[in-house]
């Protein structure tokens, strides 16, 4: 793989990280931008783009199961006393 200036990672599991990423939503507009651009110079790049994409559509299309309301109480639960965690431990990196 030849080096980049473009700010993103050069080695195959950085870029592929990043295509997941681009795939997730989760990269700014310019991040996108030149994962895309990685992606359209170089086929074996393209091609774990493409299986990504597939493997995202199979997942998506699975059936959900179906949940207790007992369950779904659980979750939320687990859910709330983490985001209460990280609340607590930004104050204090911020302090």
Same mark, same amino acid.
């Given at each position: 793989?030849?080096a980049?200036? +473009?700010?993103?990672?050069?080695? *195959?599991?950085?870029? /592929?990280?990043?295509?997941?990423? $681009? !795939?997730?939503?989760? $990269? +700014?507009?310019?991040?996108? $931008? =030149? !994962?895309? &651009?990685?992606? =359209?110079? +170089? *086929? ?6 493409? /299986? ?5 559509? =199979? !997942?998506?299309? $699975? @059936?959900? @199961?179906?949940?207790? +309301?007992?369950?779904r109480? &659980?979750?939320?639960? !687990? ?7 990280? =609340? &607590?431990?930004?104050? /204090?990196? /911020?302090?």
């Amino acid at each position: 793989m030849t080096a980049h200036d +473009d700010g993103l990672p050069n080695d *195959p599991e950085g870029i /592929r990280l990043m295509i997941h990423a $681009l !795939v997730d939503g989760e $990269l +700014d507009a310019a991040a996108a $931008l =030149a !994962v895309e &651009r990685r992606i =359209a110079a +170089d *086929p074996t790049l393209a091609a774990e783009h493409a /299986r990504i994409l597939a493997l995202q559509g =199979a !997942v998506g299309r $699975l @059936p959900r @199961p179906d949940v207790s +309301d007992a369950f779904r109480a &659980r979750i939320a639960a !687990v859910r709330h006393r983490h985001n209460g965690r990280r =609340a &607590r431990h930004r104050r /204090r990196c /911020r302090d």
